[in-house]
């Protein structure tokens, strides 16, 4: 099955409602090393993407870039930032595309990488979202179906919680409390995982169902 606008919208409305019943919690692992609003910033976020309604877009990369639009205009922060600088890599790598298979995922979602880690000046193993962002990559390089595409991000993004935990933070505003952060998710992290366990939830429920998001083991 390709993936198609429709297929986006779909996407953004199941992550939006995840992130939205993750705010308390995002908050409060956001409040252990930062100023514990990670939570609110994403689920204004979530709520202003979710009404870009880009299930009509006329293609692929016209959605992703509504998106990003969409969630420029509700943070200034620098996470919400590089949301937003991934959202607009993965239009640019989809421009005019009217269906993208899944195998283009894994490419697409690299470049969007590695835009963010330019936009952050970032880098891999720093324990922040690109570290997730970069196993899900992995994780996808033989994922042709949507099911077995979410089920590889889920376990990718819970694999790179598992591996980061004991390590301490070395960006953003966590560096400053490195000690502290050793056994600590990070927060960027975990909202990657609960977008890539809402996302695997969905293709487990027959109908195309919402279910919550597991927490973090």
């Known amino acids: 099955m390709a ?36 939570g609110g910033m994403l689920a204004r976020f979530a709520t202003a993407v979710t009404a870009a309604n880009v299930g009509d877009a006329p293609d692929v990369g016209s959605a992703f870039v509504a998106l990003a639009k969409a969630g420029s205009q509700s943070t200034g922060s620098s996470f919400g930032t590089l949301l937003v600088t991934a959202l607009l890599s993965l239009g640019k790598g989809s421009q005019g595309r009217t269906e993208l298979a899944w195998n283009e995922m894994g490419p697409l979602l ?12 970032a880098e891999l193993g720093a324990k922040t979202a690109v570290d997730s962002i970069d196993y899900v990559v ?61 996302a695997r939830k969905a293709e487990d429920v027959p109908g195309g169902g919402v279910a919550a998001a597991d927490g973090p083991t």
């Open 110 to 121: 690299a470049a969007a990488r590695d835009a963010m880690m330019r936009r952050g000046s």
């Open 138 to 198: 992995r994780a996808l390089a033989d994922a042709t179906r949507a099911v077995d595409a979410a089920g590889d991000a889920a376990r990718a993004t819970r694999q790179a919680l598992e591996d980061f935990r004991g390590r301490p933070c070395r960006m953003g505003r966590a560096r400053m409390y490195a000690d502290r952060s050793a056994g600590l998710d990070d927060p960027g992290m975990l909202a990657i995982d609960v977008i890539a366990q809402a």
């Open 3 to 38: 993936i198609t606008p429709r297929d986006v919208a779909d996407f953004v409305d199941r992550a939006a409602t995840a992130i939205r019943a993750s705010e308390a919690m995002l908050n409060e692992a956001d409040s252990r090393l930062g100023d514990g609003d990670t």
